[in-house]
T-cell receptor, first 114, second 113 residues
């Protein structure tokens, strides 16, 4: 399996809801990433997990909470989001977290916050 | 930290012509430079990459060149086709930064049939 998968594809939520985004890879990669992407802008890094430990948190608001249950799975828990959080949320994985490894992206979850 | 600039932001070419997108970076320690293509509503997909020990790399109609002295790298697409229309992002990274990619701002390429 050479793909990163993400569920759901689309998510609409109100500002008081709690929801989770899921990401999975079976390539044996040991680094996984969450990115936020607005239309026609580059992906913005949110979190990096390396060997199941959070290694980078790019000053993301606490209403986003990442979780890495095992080396193949990555979750992003969402709570009390704002309309400006509406975006495409991309997961990526790479062989390791030491630098200069190719990152492979999932198809993304299109999030709309009402 | 690293700063990657990408030009042009939009590019229109006639089918069959060549397209060139340029990126400059600021951190001389950066040593890995991938290029991603993102079609509308789809994931970014790696199309080619280059490491700092190589000056040029080619894959069919796509090539990337790297000038370490000037700290710039370029994507060259020859014989463009309508399916090449997409947003292209360059990126730079180096060791010991948690594999953090620094992305350029993107180039929206339109190939006119």
């Amino acid at each position: 399996d050479t793909e990163v998968t993400q569920t759901p594809k689309h998510l609409v939520m109100g500002m008081t809801n709690k929801k989770s985004l899921k990401c999975e890879q079976h390539m044996g990669h040991r680094a996984m990433y969450w990115y936020k992407q607005k239309a026609k802008k580059p992906p913005e890094l949110m979190f990096v997990y390396s060997y199941e430990k959070l290694s980078i948190n790019e000053s993301v608001p606490s209403r986003f909470s990442p979780e890495c249950p095992n080396s193949s799975l990555l979750n992003l828990h969402l709570h009390a989001l704002q309309p400006e959080d509406s975006a495409l949320y991309l997961c990526a994985s790479s062989h390791g977290g030491g630098g200069t490894d190719t990152q492979y992206f999932g198809p993304g979850t299109r999030l709309t916050v009402l | 930290g690293e700063n990657v600039e990408q030009h042009p932001s939009t590019l229109s070419v006639q089918e069959g012509d060549s397209a060139v997108i340029k990126c400059t970076y600021s951190d001389s320690a950066s040593n890995y430079f991938p290029w991603y293509k993102q079609e509308l509503g789809k994931r970014p997909q790696l199309i080619i990459d280059i490491r700092s020990n190589v000056g040029e790399k080619k894959d069919q109609r796509i090539a990337v060149t790297l000038n370490k002295t000037a700290k710039h790298f370029s994507l060259h697409i020859t014989e463009t086709q309508p399916e090449d229309s997409a947003v292209y992002f360059c990126a730079a990274s180096r060791r010991n930064t948690g594999n953090q990619f620094y992305f350029g701002t993107g180039t929206s390429l339109t190939v006119i049939p």
